[in-house]
Structure formats: structure tokens, C-alpha cells
């Protein structure tokens, strides 16, 4: 789960982590009060959206100026007017794609003298099973381009869970930001701040970008982006309420009551299958044969009759499917159930695209014939490669 900058500075604040004061506003009637309340005499105005690169961004929309979505505001009228062009127009950045964001909120933020720019983030790195720090002297706007052209100025290193945060860490930060005296000891006190937020709120990723040195010689984390484990929300029901659904496709939404894992995509067939490594291949094979799938959707490997109702109802709910592929292997899946499910909803809310169905495993027959006597014009497959190519076929027409 994803939050906002500013949630997620308040989130830091908690572990005394250095951040800028700012103001929250969702109309442009609080600018003023918010301007007025930090006092200049500069302010940030920055767009709250989940995606980065928003200082490079565009608004689509004329009447929001050529700006970007993060801009420097030299009085309160500049503060009031960067507000007014910005809250409800789109921003298009590089991780929006085309179609861009709505912005619905902005945080009006103390301007920073900055002396020097760095790159910080944390992760969670699967293949050593460690929380890793990710640190560059390159901060700024084009930490991406840093990556591609010169990755020698990144370091990486992992913590042990075994013995958490240690002192050599944080020399280990300070010495790849080039930090020495006072604000190497400063690095030092920041790793393990950064560190036990992590840990201690079950964060997935934590992106500082730009931590600052500021012109009096102190560390600042400028900007924060932070993710979530969504495993672990449950023991963090603070978090929970930070959730922005305005910034989530609705269709996830929907899956995530149902504990179904769906992710939207761009292409025009949408499936359903049970098993993350079977959906992957599914995805891969429609690719294959010249298509693009809709969706990611695993409904797992139990589950019932109306959580499979629900997921063929938010893959047909997309104005973008085409068509539609089922396919199930069944071991603590059965056939039926699935067989069951499908027609239920197709019952409910109608067929008005090809839809291909492969079953395969327990009770496979039985599927088979719940879904051949319902009197639908569903199309059956042998295998995934003949399931693939006739729902290709079907989509084509």
C-alpha cells in the first residue's frame, strides 16, 4: 500500500526523522492559511500524487501552467495561484504513463536552502531475504539516469536481521555520501532513525530523494516515498486509515475485499487462474500468440464459489476486455467449484465477449459438464496452448 509524501513525513516524524514543516490542503481556499501559517518566505507547493517524477511532470490542462507539479512559491499569492491551477488537473509524469493523475491534494511545504543533493531508500531485498540500503551521492530528480549511466555511484548494502541496525551502517552511509565531523555523525543517527521506521511499520520501500544537506550544515529529508507491506496492515490499523482509494484502481479495490490478487494491465483479454506461476504463464502465452492480457487475477488455490463470482465480475466490469480466458488447474482448486462460479456469474451479469475455458486436475469431468449443460456459449480447451490460441482467435473475430 502506498501513501502520500506528506503522510509518509509524518510517519518519519514519529521516529524523530528530520523533515520540513507543511500543510496539507485539498482545496485551494486553505492555500492562504496554510502559507500564512508556515510563514515563508519561500514555500514548496507540491502535488500529492502516487508516482514520481511530478517535478518533471505536465499538467494536461492549459489553465495549470507549464510549471511541473512540484513548485517554488515566493509569496503568498504565488501560493495561492500555483494552488488554484494545480488542485484538480491531471499531471502526467513518467510513472503516470499518458493518461496522467488527478490531483486532489497538495502539500505547501517550507522552502530549503540546499547545499547538496543525496539518494536514500530501503527495501526489502528478496534474494538475500535482508533489508537493504540503497545510497548515492547523485540525488535529485534523475537518480534513473544515475542508475543507467554510472552504477558505480550507488552503493548497496544489506542488514542483518539477526543483529539489526549497527553502528557500522551508519558509517557505512556517511562514507558513501562523502559525509565527515558533524554531519557524518548526523548520517549515522539517520540510518538507524530510518531503519527502526521501517522495521517498526512494516514498510516494503522507504525513497528519500532528495535528503538534503541544508545551507546551515544539516541533514533534511526533502521528499518521502514510502510503501507497505500489504501482508502486514493488519497489525497497523494507523496506517489503514492513510489510504487514499482515489488513487487505486477500483477494480483492485474490489479484489482486495475478496482477497482476490488482481492487477489491472492495458491489454484486452482478461483471465482467471488459479496460482501466481500459472497466471504468469497464462500472461506470458497470450503474449505468445500476439494479444495482451487485461489483467492479472489469481483467485488461489481455495477458493469458493463466491469469491470466483467476484472475480469474473470485476474482470468484466473493464471496458477494455475483449475477451476472456479461465484457466484452472485443479488440486485443492476442484474444477467445479470454478464450473460453479462461472456460471454463476455469467448468469448475473451476462456474456457479451468470447470466453474460453480450460480446466484441467480434481473433478475435471464434473467441471467439464456443469459448464457444457449450462446452455452458455462458452468455448472449451484441451490446454493452456489450445485455450490461448482460441481466445486469441475469438478476440480477432
Not at 366 to 394: H, T, Y
Request: aromatic share 6%.
Amino acid at each position: 500500500m502506498n501513501i502520500h509524501e506528506y503522510q509518509a513525513k509524518a510517519v518519519l516524524k514519529e521516529f524523530d526523522v528530520p523533515v520540513s514543516n507543511g500543510k496539507a490542503i485539498m482545496n485551494a481556499a486553505e492555500a492562504e492559511a496554510a502559507a500564512k501559517a508556515l510563514g515563508g518566505p519561500l514555500w514548496v507547493v507540491k502535488s500529492q500524487i502516487h508516482a514520481g517524477g511530478r517535478g518533471k511532470g505536465k499538467f494536461k490542462e492549459a489553465a495549470a501552467g507549464d510549471k511541473g507539479g512540484v513548485r517554488l512559491a515566493k509569496s503568498i499569492d504565488e501560493v495561492k495561484q500555483f494552488s488554484s491551477q494545480m488542485l484538480g488537473n491531471t499531471l502526467v509524469t513518467i510513472q503516470t504513463g499518458p493518461h496522467g493523475k488527478q490531483v486532489n491534494r497538495l502539500y505547501v511545504e517550507d522552502g530549503s536552502d540546499i547545499a547538496k543533493e543525496f539518494y536514500l531508500s530501503m527495501l526489502v531485498d528478496r534474494a538475500t531475504s535482508r533489508i537493504a540500503f540503497v545510497v548515492s551521492t547523485e540525488g535529485g530528480m534523475d537518480i534513473e539516469e544515475v542508475a543507467h549511466k554510472t552504477p558505480e555511484k550507488i552503493v548497496t548494502f544489506w542488514v542483518d536481521p539477526a543483529t539489526g541496525i549497527m553502528p557500522h551502517h551508519g558509517r557505512a552511509v556517511a562514507k558513501a555520501l562523502k559525509l565527515s565531523g558533524d554531519l557524518g555523525k548526523e548520517a549515522e543517527v539517520l540510518t538507524s532513525k530510518l531503519y527502526a521506521a521501517f522495521v517498526a511499520k512494516d514498510m516494503a520501500m522507504l525513497e528519500i530523494n532528495p535528503l538534503i544537506v541544508t545551507a546551515d550544515n544539516h541533514l533534511k529529508c526533502l521528499d518521502a516515498k514510502v510503501s507497505f507491506d500489504s501482508n502486514a496492515l493488519y497489525r497497523h490499523p494507523e496506517i489503514m486509515e492513510l489510504r487514499d482509494d482515489t488513487e487505486e484502481d477500483a477494480k483492485e479495490i474490489e479484489a482486495s475485499k475478496y482477497d482476490l490478487s488482481y492487477i489491472a494491465l492495458d491489454g484486452t483479454i482478461g483471465c482467471m487462474v488459479n496460482g501466481a506461476g500459472l497466471a504468469m504463464a497464462t500472461m506470458d502465452i497470450i503474449k505468445l500468440y500476439g494479444e495482451f492480457p487485461a489483467n492479472f487475477l489469481d483467485v488461489g488455490g481455495g477458493a469458493s464459489k463466491e469469491k470466483v463470482t467476484a472475480a469474473f465480475k470485476i474482470i468484466t466490469a473493464d471496458p477494455n476486455v475483449k475477451g476472456i480466458l479461465v484457466n484452472i488447474f485443479g488440486g485443492i482448486m476442484k474444477c467445479d467449484v470454478i464450473a460453479e462460479g462461472v456460471i454463476a456469474a455469467l448468469k448475473e451479469v451476462g456474456l457479451k465477449v468470447p470466453l474460453v475455458v480450460r480446466l484441467e486436475g480434481t473433478n475435471v469431468q464434473l467441471g467439464k459438464e456443469i459448464i457444457s449443460k449450462s446452455g452458455l456459449n462458452v468455448i472449451p480447451a484441451d490446454d493452456l496452448d489450445d485455450a490461448a490460441q482460441k481466445i486469441v482467435k475469438a478476440v480477432r473475430g
